[in-house]
């Protein structure tokens, strides 16, 4: 299962950090420390950003992504953004089922499946939030909980659109909390989901599937977590929203 199959992508999900203005001024500044990236640079921010940041990041390496999607196409669903809107706004992209919109926007396994399928219908590359409660983890049932999470937010999602795909495990009770899964932990599960993939794909697209790392990643850790081999890049929340140590996660990508 050898890296160089895969893609490593750095991305920063900022949650509901940043005004527009904050955002592009932090864009510029960031652009020329991460000019010169190995891996794929993503800045994935709050709706109200998306113009602000990816008119900064236009002629630079960073990508822009959005936080969530809603699943239909258009219609009465009041707050709610499209992936069409997301896509037309320059957006390439998302992130789908995170921890926080699954404990606090009652996100279901079902509903992180019906918006990964609309992120996919466009084209947007997808990221796949996964991860056990504290609770899950102390039951010994962090490899079925997780599998499950991977086997049900596939459903549907073709072999093609694979390509579109990254998922994120981020244990609950590392995110935000400052207490970062050990390197080994991080390995250990991304391989599970490496082998979930396989298991529903085949090896080939198991081999080529990025799988992320994501809780309480920073400028300290980054370097032992991406050293593994089923870690491929990070998804970061706090370490986001400061420019030296993204960079230096990104360094480290
Ligand atoms: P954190 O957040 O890096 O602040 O733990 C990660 C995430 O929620 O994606």
Request: proline share 2%; net charge negative.
């Amino acid at each position: 299962m050898d890296k160089q199959f895969r893609k490593t992508v750095i991305a920063g999900n900022w949650k509901m950090n940043m005004t527009p203005s904050a955002a592009s001024a932090f864009i510029k500044t960031l652009a020329p420390m991460v000019a010169d990236a190995d891996c794929e640079v993503v800045l994935c921010v709050p709706a109200i950003d998306i113009p602000a940041a990816v008119d900064a990041a236009k002629g630079t390496n960073i990508h822009i992504g959005a936080e969530n999607v809603h699943f239909e196409e258009k219609g009465a669903y009041t707050g709610e953004i499209s992936a069409d809107m997301l896509v037309d706004a320059g957006v390439e992209y998302v992130i789908v089922g995170h921890s926080e919109r699954r404990q606090y926007f009652a996100e279901t396994d079902e509903t992180v499946n019906k918006r990964t399928k609309a992120a996919l219908s466009r084209n947007l590359k997808t990221i796949v939030c996964v991860g056990e409660t504290l609770t899950q983890r102390e039951q010994g049932i962090t490899e079925e909980t997780v599998s499950l999470q991977t086997k049900i937010a596939l459903g549907g999602v073709t072999e093609e659109q694979m390509k579109n795909i990254i998922i994120a495990y981020e244990p609950v009770w590392a995110i935000g909390t400052g207490k970062t899964a050990t390197a080994d932990q991080a390995d250990e599960v991304c391989g599970i989901i490496r082998g979930v993939i396989a298991g529903l794909y085949g090896e080939a697209v198991a081999k080529a599937t990025t799988v992320q790392y994501g809780g309480s990643m920073n400028a300290k850790n980054a370097a032992e977590l991406l050293s593994k081999v089923n870690v491929d890049g990070g998804l970061i929340g706090g370490a986001s929203l400061k420019t030296e140590d993204f960079t230096v996660i990104v360094k480290n990508g």
